[in-house]
């Protein structure tokens, strides 16, 4: 195998493995409140809140089932049972869409709203921490990977 390809693969990896070290690290600093209104709520359904929230920065009124699907990788008919479930704990909301009667909006309820607040403000800091000796032309490039990444995906 090309040494090149076999220490970009390991270069991914570490990556990987540090960004998850940072999520970890952020959800154990979370109160003991919070991890309470947590409870029950398995990784796909904390991931389902965060890519919920993250698409209705452009699609405020709220986002349709298929792209919530295509976002959690997974077939429609399953994205569907998990939005019942999150609707019924309270995190998600589903009202009609004004453009297509057959179909629904999905947004983040009060509830998930403050969830994903509460989560996303403790994983900030521990971005803060593990980036705070980057300077701003390492941030730059890093930026520029990650835009590189994201239009191949």
């Known amino acids: 195998m ?37 409870f029950g ?19 405020p009124q709220g986002i349709a089932l298929k792209t919530l699907a295509q976002r959690l990788q997974m077939t429609v008919p399953a994205a569907s049972l998990l939005v ?22 999905i947004r983040l309820s009060e509830r998930g709203m403050q969830l994903y607040d509460s989560v996303s403000s403790r994983f900030n800091e521990a971005i803060d921490r593990h980036t705070e000796n980057l300077t701003e032309e390492e941030l730059a490039v890093l930026s ?4 590189k990444l994201s239009f191949h995906s």
């Open 84 to 105: 019942e479930t999150m609707v019924s704990k309270g995190f998600f909301e589903r009202n009609p869409n004004p453009k297509d009667r057959r179909a629904v909006c």
């Open 144 to 147: 520029s990977i990650v835009s």
């Open 2 to 38: 090309n040494s090149d390809v076999s220490s970009k693969h390991v270069l991914f990896h570490e990556l990987m493995t540090t960004l998850d070290s940072i999520r970890r690290e952020s959800f154990y600093s979370i109160s003991s409140s919070l991890q309470q209104k947590m």
């Open 41 to 59: 709520l398995t990784l796909r359904q904390g991931t389902a809140i965060a890519q919920v929230r993250l698409l209705m920065e452009t699609s």
